[in-house]
């Protein structure tokens, strides 16, 4: 499994020269995010759609 370092260094050199500070951000904390649902799924800590939908429709109201 590769470092931290490398998984970032990865991440920035796949992006445009272009792409500013907040897209990289942005890249790097998506990836944090995928990498912590893979986790989480792995260790069974999900929840149904059912439930999902629960939660979300709460915060519409």
Known sequence: MENVKEKMREIVEA???DATYE?????L????MV???LKDS???RVISNEEMERRTRSWQK
């Open 35 to 37: 990498e912590r649902g």
């Open 23 to 27: 897209e990289i951000m942005r890249e």
């Open 15 to 17: 992006q445009p020269d």
């Open 42 to 44: 792995e260790k069974g």
């Open 29 to 32: 904390a998506f990836e944090r």
